[in-house]
């Protein structure tokens, strides 16, 4: 069973807006993402709630095709968008915080993935267990990437 909830979070000195300008561009998400190499937004233009993504992810050799619709976005403040094919919602939140913004990225699986995403899971990468810790060693390069990317245009 996948953890319902998986979350890591940074301190990032940043305004709302500008964090903002970087989380909400999903196309940029293969930039960060050690998983997701490739987020092709449907119909180009901005995203906004009910984009529809087309998204590569990578792993070792093992490559998969998912896709995504946005579910709640509220300018300079969350994104969050559910991958259809396991049910999963992966988010960022930004709070402010006293030195910018707390950003933290979220995977929720209140209700567990699709039975075919544990299968796969656990035929192909080692385990529910093993595959939520890389999940979540992912969440913290891929802020990481964003922080340091914010650092540089300040």
């Known amino acids: 069973m996948a953890a319902p909830l ?6 990032i000195k940043a305004t709302p807006e500008k964090v903002w300008a970087v989380v909400s561009d999903l196309q940029r998400m293969g930039e960060w993402s050690p998983q997701c190499r490739k987020v092709i937004v449907r119909g180009g233009g901005p995203v906004t ?3 529809k ?4 992810n990578k792993r070792g ?3 998969w095709p998912t896709t995504a619709k946005v579910i709640r976005f509220e300018e300079n403040k969350e994104i969050a968008y559910r991958i259809t094919e396991n049910g999963s919602i992966w988010s960022f939140t930004i709070t402010p915080s006293e030195n910018g913004v707390k950003l933290t990225e979220r995977r929720e699986a209140p209700n567990n993935t699709k039975k075919v995403s544990q299968v796969l899971i656990n ?6 267990k093993p595959f939520d810790a890389e999940l979540v060693d992912g969440m913290n390069q891929t802020l990481g990437k ?3 990317e914010l650092a540089q245009t300040q």
């Open 6 to 11: 998986l979350e890591a979070s940074t301190e």
């Open 49 to 51: 709630l009910g984009t």
């Open 53 to 56: 993504t087309i998204n590569v």
């Open 61 to 63: 050799l093992l490559v």
């Open 123 to 128: 035929v192909a990468m080692g385990g529910e």
């Open 146 to 148: 964003i922080k340091a």
